[in-house]
Each structure stands twice: as structure tokens, then as C-alpha cells.
């Protein structure tokens, strides 16, 4: 297909509630990765003490699930930060 062919389906514009409900699962999804992370790590630090035989390293877990928790937070609100504002440019 040539590059200067125009876009043969375009996309539909979206309805207000449509926008409103994807813009409600970021929030929720948002809402669920940390705690979720923060579990994983958990389980898994719980596993490697009850492996090693040990009683510390269920903390560094939960230390490893916060700070992946936080970092996929921050990515996916600046993710949704630029959707925003790429929208808001081009109407």
C-alpha cells in the first residue's frame, strides 16, 4: 500500500460514555496494581524464606512488589497523560 494512500476505514469518534467507562477501567486498573504487586511480592519473598529457611526475606518481597507496583503506576498514568493530551491537541 503506498504511503500517501489515505486511511481507507477511519476510526468512529467514541460516545461520551464510552470515553466515560474507559477512562473508569484506567482508574480501576490503577487501583489494583499496587496491591497486586505488593501480594506477588509478598508470596514470592514468602516462598524464597520458606526454600532458604529463613524469616527476612518475605520484606525485601514486599519492598520489590512496592517499588514495581509504583513504577507501573507512574508508567501507566503517563501513559494516559499523553492520551490526553495528544487528544486534546487534535479534536
Known amino acids: 500500500m503506498p504511503e500517501n494512500a489515505p486511511n481507507p476505514k477511519p476510526t468512529p469518534k467514541r460516545s461520551a460514555l464510552t470515553q466515560g467507562v474507559a477512562s473508569a477501567e484506567r482508574l480501576i486498573e490503577l487501583a489494583f496494581i499496587m496491591p497486586a504487586a505488593l501480594v506477588v511480592g509478598w508470596l514470592g519473598g514468602a516462598g524464597l524464606d520458606k526454600l532458604f529457611h ?32 495528544k487528544e486534546d491537541r487534535n479534536p
Open 54 to 85: 529463613q524469616h527476612w526475606i518475605y520484606i525485601a518481597g514486599i519492598l520489590l512488589g512496592f517499588v514495581a507496583g509504583f513504577i507501573e503506576v507512574l508508567r501507566s498514568a503517563l501513559r494516559y497523560s499523553n492520551k490526553i493530551e
